[in-house]
């Protein structure tokens, strides 16, 4: 291991403040929680995961169950009528690290995708009086990721670690 020992009144406040400001890096992390939370928001104008890749279709049972409503999709397959979960998308930050996603009770399934039955069902009467059973979810749901870090997101987050950087020397 190498060791230094400054012994110079110039270089100890300036290697002091760089210590101090990589001591704690929230802004950092403000930076790149605000960049990726765009970024997944960019995620449901394309229709794609991190990776670039298209997200399955709507099938055909999910748009029959909107034409039953009378609704109409605002755009891709994640995006529904009221556009919650593309309007959710939010970040925590702390010293170390940043979280980003939706707080969407649903948003995991849309994310990782599900099995039809897998949360169980539920079994009642209908306003009719007849008796129903429901398997929750009542399909199979193809998982469509829109959180995570694909190429383009690794590469503009290792633009703003520079720039944060840089930023720290010019002050």
């Not at 101090?20 to 449901?44: V, Y």
């Not at 690290?97 to 539920?122: C, E, L, P, T």
């Amino acid at each position: 291991m190498i060791e230094v020992d400054v012994t110079t009144d110039t270089l100890r406040p300036a290697l002091g403040e760089a210590q101090q400001a990589l001591s704690d890096l929230t802004p950092l992390m403000q930076d790149i929680g605000e960049l990726m939370a765009e970024r997944t928001k960019g995620n449901f104008k394309t229709g794609t995961a991190p990776d670039g890749t298209a997200w399955a279709p709507r099938s055909q049972t999910t748009l029959d169950a909107y034409a039953a409503r009378g609704d109409t999709p605002k755009g891709g397959p994640l995006v529904g009528v009221t556009r919650a979960l593309s309007t959710t998308i939010a970040y925590e930050v702390a010293a170390g690290h940043v979280d980003w996603g939706s707080n969407m009770i649903y948003a995991a399934v849309m994310q990782f995708g599900a099995a039809q039955g897998q949360f169980g069902a539920r079994i009642g009467k209908d306003k009719n009086g007849r008796d129903f059973f429901m398997t929750i979810p009542w399909g199979d749901i193809p998982a469509r990721p829109f959180v995570g870090i694909g190429p383009e997101d690794e590469t503009a987050i290792l633009e703003t670690i520079e720039d944060y950087l840089k930023d720290l020397v010019d002050d």
